[in-house]
């Protein structure tokens, strides 16, 4: 099919926000490095999935419900709701369904921002934050992170600054908090982030972003979900693509204040999230030995890699997510990415977050870890 020319300049009708948008780009695909380079024998550790998979709870459930895909999904996610509800003990009317995590930070958006407010996040957050605020037609600001040589959390989100930020512009009406945070694994203990929640004026929805939540072990780490009564601007987001092992499911839910939910599911599509996946979600809720699993490998894995690092003297961001964030020394993050390709192994460079020397790895089983250090140890030696 011939393409024809235009004389009309079709991307400068779209809003100006919308215009200016730089879009997002995920970890390559094991599909799309073997169709350019004909590798094989790949392992992807560059979108933090689990390396376990999927719950095997979910899988038997999706395949039983595989007879009912010509009805739409329930539009509500009534038994999921329930599902989440029962586990946390909290109210389905608390509950809001996304089409993974990331679907619920654009709803957030929509629901809050305008040209003429503005969205506040730190210095190295995750980018979509930065997206969907700008599709909304939102300013921008961006709070200085703790710089690199600070002693307890280098690369963190520094909450006085975040606090600053917000009371010097009264447009502002959305706050981006991901705790932990990708892409540096950084994370804000629980004394700080109440003190933070304590600060914000009520009339600024915070939207606390907890999607690598359940692989933390530090019991200084906070659980926003406790606050949710006492800080009724508060939503918190979680995921099922992580720990859970769902990524290519996209499920995801917030949880808040009724109010806060009712607004949201105005936003909201009625059948963002599919007949499959509300299924896995509700199984994948009560294989509790698949989650300790999982958190299992991930702590034996940062180990490895902790190790790795000191016999290397290779430079990381301390971290308590399924990740970790290395410096390379002597090249660009991009070029030791690239070599990498051609030993079969994908992980994320990050010099769009302002981290050009660094790598963002997933960690993954033992044998991954391996592949990847040794790799990463003959690259940055070439």
Same mark, same amino acid.
């Given at each position: 099919?011939?393409?024809?020319?235009?004389?009309?300049? /079709?991307?400068?009708?779209?809003?100006?926000?919308?215009?200016?948008?730089?879009?997002?780009?995920?970890?390559?695909?094991?599909?799309?490095?073997? !169709?350019?380079?004909?590798?094989?024998?790949?392992?992807?550790?560059?979108?933090?999935?689990?390396p376990?998979?999927?719950?095997?709870?979910?899988?038997?459930?999706?395949?039983?419900?595989?007879?009912d895909?010509e009805? /739409?999904?329930?539009?509500?996610?009534?038994?999921?709701?329930?599902? %989440?509800?029962?586990?946390?003990?909290?109210?389905?009317?608390?509950?809001?369904?996304?089409?993974?995590?990331?679907?619920?930070?654009?709803?957030?958006?929509?629901?809050?921002?305008?040209?003429?407010?503005?969205?506040?996040?730190?210095?190295?957050?995750?980018?979509?934050?930065?997206?969907?605020?700008?599709?909304a037609?939102?300013?921008?600001?961006?709070?200085?992170?703790?710089?690199?040589?600070?002693?307890?959390?280098?690369?963190?989100?520094?909450?006085?600054?975040?606090l600053?930020?917000?009371?010097?512009?009264?447009?502002?009406?959305?706050?981006? %908090?991901?705790?932990?945070?990708?892409?540096?694994?950084?994370?804000?203990?629980?004394?700080?982030?109440?003190?933070?929640?304590?600060?914000?004026?009520?009339?600024?929805?915070? $939207?606390?972003?907890?999607?690598?939540?359940?692989?933390?072990?530090?019991?200084?780490?906070?659980?926003?979900?406790?606050?949710?009564?006492?800080?009724?601007? $508060?939503?918190?987001?979680?995921?099922?693509?992580?720990? /859970?092992?769902?990524?290519?499911?996209?499920?995801?839910?917030? %949880?808040?204040?009724?109010?806060?939910?009712?607004? $949201?599911?105005?936003?909201?599509?009625?059948?963002?999230?599919?007949?499959?996946?509300l299924?896995?979600?509700?199984?994948?809720?009560?294989?509790?030995?698949?989650?300790?699993?999982s958190?299992?490998?991930?702590?034996?894995?940062?180990?490895?890699?902790?190790?790795?690092?000191?016999?290397?003297?290779?430079?990381?961001?301390?971290?308590?997510?399924?990740?970790?964030?290395?410096?390379?020394?002597?090249?660009?993050?991009?070029?030791?990415?690239?070599?990498?390709?051609?030993?079969?192994?994908?992980? !994320?460079?990050?010099?769009?977050?302002?981290?050009?020397?660094h790598?963002?790895?997933?960690?993954?089983?033992?044998?991954?870890?391996?592949?990847? %250090?040794?790799?990463?140890?003959?690259?940055?030696?070439?």
């Amino acid at each position: 099919m011939k393409l024809m020319p235009s004389n009309l300049d /079709y991307r400068s009708l779209a809003v100006k926000g919308v215009q200016k948008l730089h879009p997002y780009q995920p970890g390559k695909p094991i599909e799309e490095l073997e !169709r350019e380079l004909g590798v094989k024998d790949i392992i992807k550790l560059a979108s933090n999935e689990n390396p376990l998979g999927s719950s095997p709870k979910a899988k038997a459930a999706m395949q039983a419900a595989l007879n009912d895909l010509e009805l /739409y999904p329930d539009g509500s996610g009534y038994q999921l709701k329930l599902a %989440i509800a029962g586990k946390f003990d909290l109210l389905p009317q608390q509950i809001t369904l996304g089409n993974g995590s990331n679907d619920l930070l654009e709803i957030v958006a929509r629901a809050y921002l305008t040209p003429g407010r503005a969205a506040v996040f730190s210095q190295y957050a995750f980018a979509i934050y930065a997206l969907v605020s700008q599709s909304a037609g939102a300013d921008l600001l961006t709070a200085e992170a703790f710089p690199p040589e600070h002693v307890t959390m280098p690369y963190g989100h520094n909450v006085d600054a975040l606090l600053k930020t917000i009371k010097d512009n009264p447009h502002t009406a959305l706050v981006f %908090i991901s705790n932990p945070n990708n892409p540096t694994g950084t994370w804000i203990a629980r004394e700080e982030l109440y003190r933070f929640l304590k600060n914000v004026p009520p009339h600024v929805v915070v $939207l606390l972003d907890e999607a690598y939540t359940e692989y933390v072990q530090d019991p200084a780490f906070p659980n926003g979900m406790l606050w949710l009564n006492e800080f009724p601007n $508060l939503i918190v987001t979680r995921t099922f693509s992580k720990i /859970y092992g769902l990524a290519g499911l996209r499920v995801g839910y917030s %949880i808040s204040s009724p109010e806060i939910a009712d607004i $949201l599911n105005r936003v909201r599509q009625p059948f963002n999230v599919n007949s499959l996946a509300l299924t896995a979600a509700s199984a994948a809720l009560e294989d509790d030995a698949f989650l300790q699993a999982s958190v299992t490998t991930n702590e034996a894995g940062l180990k490895q890699w902790y190790a790795a690092c000191a016999a290397h003297g290779w430079s990381y961001i301390p971290t308590v997510g399924n990740f970790i964030t290395v410096k390379v020394e002597g090249k660009t993050g991009a070029q030791v990415y690239e070599a990498l390709l051609r030993e079969g192994v994908i992980v !994320r460079p990050i010099g769009g977050y302002g981290l050009p020397q660094h790598l963002r790895i997933t960690v993954g089983t033992e044998a991954q870890n391996t592949r990847c %250090i040794k790799a990463l140890d003959k690259v940055l030696k070439a």
